[in-house]
């Protein structure tokens, strides 16, 4: 070995150093792991969300010890035991619900910051892929979750989504009873979602968080004006470290001076989380849900947690077949955003023309989306609106390739 100190003390630092290579690592992934100094509140918004999936694995295994994965003993074990025998059990049962869902509403503000900074592009593509499988992974995570304690939202939300696979015309028969494990959600289904939501999913969630990290190592984040600059050269002014050098750098080290800004919106973000956990953790949990699940009594009105509103509401207007596929694109359309915008320009949305105006269409329409999502469908005035935004929202997609492409000529 070329650096071997034979006279080090064992588990001193140099001890370590020689076996495990902790001075280089921590040089990558800290202290020279440059971040540009021109971004804003936003870019700490990856961190709270690591934070916030650290926040709902402890939360989880606190539950877990609880939780019975039966169906005849689910429901009770979460609303009797869990909220009302177990020390603390309801404060961990907030944490968890709160958790589930202000985690989406973060994922949509750094996705829409991505959108709107024009982060995915010219190197960045594996940075917006591997977030979307997060994405996507969050998503799955969050509806097998959501059977856990076997309410009635939770059967029948478990049976339309698993509905959505019996393929309409296509008649994939017996699609659904086996991912069912029955021909109606049962023992076998909690079983396998219990799986999936404790088990499975978290692994690979785990691992798709550590391959964002790994894309964005390379091509550095990007900043407020889309500038690229020479991340080196400004590394070496860092490094002078005299208090001119410094302030001409356009860099600042990730550790201790970028963390010490995310540790502080973190901490305003937390004392929100809380107070909702405390005092307002009712919008995260359904009042239907408080009811067990029962198989011979349809709930009037059927719909998901807020954060898959606006996809299910792409299905809603469409006949079967086509709202399957409406449906499946939907899920997948934001993955293609490198490569259909067409311009090379890397610069806010407000600096891009017509680009600026289909960003906020794009946003304004996935919150009708959402709102139209929740309302009943047998309203004429929300379902024809549901209808327009969803069309809308696939004239945008088609309409992003034709609007960026002119910007290049530009
Ligand atoms: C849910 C788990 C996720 C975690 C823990 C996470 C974490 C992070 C972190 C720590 C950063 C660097 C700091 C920042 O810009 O905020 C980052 C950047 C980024 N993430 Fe995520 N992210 C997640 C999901 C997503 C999703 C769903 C997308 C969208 C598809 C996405 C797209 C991006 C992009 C484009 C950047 C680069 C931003 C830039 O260069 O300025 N991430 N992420």
């Known amino acids: 070995m070329a650096h071997f100190d034979e006279n080090a003390k064992p588990f001193s630092k140099q001890w370590l150093d020689d076996r495990l290579a902790i001075s280089t690592v921590m040089k990558v992934l800290n202290t020279e792991y440059w971040i540009p100094k021109n971004i804003n509140f936003l870019w700490a918004m990856g961190m709270i969300l690591a934070a916030t999936f650290g926040i709902l694995l402890v939360s989880g295994i606190f539950l877990l010890m609880y939780y019975n994965p039966s169906t005849d003993l689910a429901f009770d074990s979460v609303n009797y035991t869990i909220m009302t025998e177990v020390g603390y059990g309801w404060l961990w049962r907030h944490i968890h619900g709160v958790g589930a869902s202000v985690i989406f509403l973060i994922i949509y503000i750094h996705m829409f910051t991505g959108i709107y900074y024009g982060s995915y592009k010219r190197g960045r593509e594996m940075i917006w892929l591997s977030g979307m499988l997060l994405f996507v992974l969050f998503s799955a995570e969050a509806f097998s979750g959501y059977m856990l304690p076997w309410g009635q939202m939770s059967y029948w939300a478990g049976m339309v989504i698993t509905n959505l696979f019996s393929g309409g015309s296509l008649e994939a028969y017996g699609l659904v009873e086996w991912i069912r494990g029955d021909y109606v959600p049962g023992q076998a289904f909690l079983s396998r979602f219990f799986m999936l939501h404790v088990l499975l999913l978290p692994l690979v969630i785990i691992g798709g968080i550590v391959f964002h990290f790994a894309t964005l190592r390379l091509p550095h984040v990007n900043n407020q004006d889309g500038e690229e600059f020479d991340f080196e050269e400004s590394a070496n002014l860092w490094r002078e470290g005299t208090v001119e050098s410094r302030k001409a750098s356009k860099v600042i080290p990730f550790q201790p001076v970028f963390l010490s800004k995310d540790v502080f919106v973190m901490g305003v973000y937390f004392i929100l989380f809380f107070y909702l956990v405390f005092y307002n953790f009712e919008f995260a949990m359904d009042p239907v849900n408080f009811d067990p699940a029962d ?116």
Do not use: C, N
């Open 295 to 410: 198989g011979l009594k349809t709930p009037a009105h059927i719909y998901p947690e807020w954060y898959f509103l606006w996809s299910y509401e792409i299905l809603r207007p469409f006949s079967k077949d086509m709202g399957l596929i409406a449906f499946g694109i939907a899920q997948v359309i934001f993955l293609t955003l490198p490569f259909l915008d067409r311009s090379p320009v890397v610069a806010p949305a407000s600096k891009r023309g017509l680009f600026h105006i289909w960003f906020w269409l794009m946003l304004i329409d996935v919150i009708i989306l959402t709102f139209m999502g929740k309302l009943p469908p047998t309203d004429e005035v929300f379902a024809l609106t549901g209808k327009i935004a969803a069309y809308t929202f696939f004239a945008l997609w088609i309409a992003l390739p034709f609007i960026t492409m002119t910007e290049k000529k530009k």
